[in-house]
């Protein structure tokens, strides 16, 4: 169902009755036209959201060897993360879409998180202006790692957009080592008011059961993690922390990651349940021993690798037997309605 479709059909009505009307169907102070209200007694856990929209793109741009997609949708509420609280953004009446720039590495389709990315908007012919945004890193269901936020464009017409994105402090190897830090992109489109009202959108009846929508079938990267099975090394833990699923590696190949041949490296690769999407931003440590002799106890390093993904790792002299892996804060990324709720008390994970 098409959210403004409905509003469109009760343009007949009175002010008076479609009031009443969308406060009969939950649409009144605790939502708004593009989201019903949030189910009560969420888990602290991932679970099914209330509903999910489609997506419309403005086009794609490249930058070296990176690509960004230009997409959009309805306005969305979101939850920014700070420590281990929770800030919901709520839609504003000015907001007009909810616009995510989806950047990544064309040879390996990893999407890197981003420090300050930034949209420009503007008219060509500089009548009215549209405040920039700096789109927050998130998490959603259906899109996986993305940037967004909500933005309100004035009126229909032809605009210009330049997206620059920074992508942080994160450690990259392989094909990634050599790739810029940073990236720019330019687009020209017709922004249509009419064009948002076809976006597919949809309500859920299990909405906050415990699970998770499927990712979008679309054209751009959702940044899945591989399944444990087919991670590289030797699996050493497997366990669980704030609903994320945690598998612990090691890896001979220690040299491509900056470390001695003779090393292995320890990778903790945290992750969504059901949809295996990365969880960026956190702060995490290990504590490894071998034969009964500590070989790391100290911080594990954010990374983008091709083969392991985005995950936190750290050199050791030998393979553990023994690990332990410590959240010291949970991922910072900000999340869409069904995440909000999860990866925030996050136990250690020990192996078994």
Not at 226 to 252: F, I, K, N, R, Y
Not at 324 to 342: K, L, M, N
């Amino acid at each position: 169902m098409n959210r403004r479709r409905f509003l469109a059909a009760a343009g007949a009505a009175s002010t008076a009755g479609l009031a009443g009307c969308l406060d009969a169907l939950g649409f009144g102070r605790q939502s708004s036209a593009y989201a019903p209200p949030l189910i009560e007694d969420r888990p602290n856990a991932v679970y099914y959201p209330t509903h999910v929209e489609g997506m419309k793109s403005f086009g794609m741009a490249t930058d070296g060897p990176y690509t960004c997609a230009l997409t959009y949708s309805y306005p969305h509420r979101f939850w920014l993360v700070t420590g281990t609280r929770t800030n919901k953004v709520t839609i504003r009446s000015e907001d007009s879409i909810h616009v995510m720039p989806v950047v990544w590495h064309e040879e390996t389709g990893i999407v890197p998180p981003a420090a300050n990315p930034s949209v420009e908007f503007a008219l060509p012919d500089g009548e009215e202006s549209v405040p920039s945004v700096s789109p927050w890193p998130m998490i959603s269901q259906p899109m996986g790692v993305h940037f967004g936020d909500n933005v309100a464009i004035p009126r229909n017409g032809d605009y210009t957009a330049t997206v620059t994105v920074a992508f942080g402090s994160s450690k990259r190897t392989g094909a990634l080592a050599d790739a810029p830090d940073s990236a720019a992109f330019e687009f020209e489109f017709t922004y249509l008011a009419e064009r948002v009202d076809t976006i597919p959108y949809r309500t859920l009846d299990n909405a906050g059961e415990h699970g998770a929508v499927e990712p979008h079938d679309m054209a751009v990267p959702t940044n899945q993690l591989a399944p444990e099975p087919d991670l590289p090394g030797t699996l050493l833990a497997s366990g669980t922390s704030g609903d994320a699923a945690v598998p612990v590696v090691a890896v001979d190949d220690a040299a491509r990651f900056g470390s001695r041949e003779s090393d292995s490296y320890l990778a903790a690769s945290p992750r969504t349940p059901y949809n295996r999407f990365p969880l960026p931003m956190a702060s995490v440590s290990a504590r490894a021993t071998a034969g009964g002799d500590v070989v790391h106890d100290g911080a594990l390093t954010a990374t983008l690798d091709p083969d392991l993904g985005y995950h936190y790792g750290a050199p050791v002299s030998e393979t553990p037997d023994s690990v332990t892996i410590s959240f010291d804060a949970p991922p910072q990324v900000a999340r869409h309605e069904g995440y909000e709720t999860a990866f925030l008390d996050m136990p250690p994970v020990r192996t078994n």
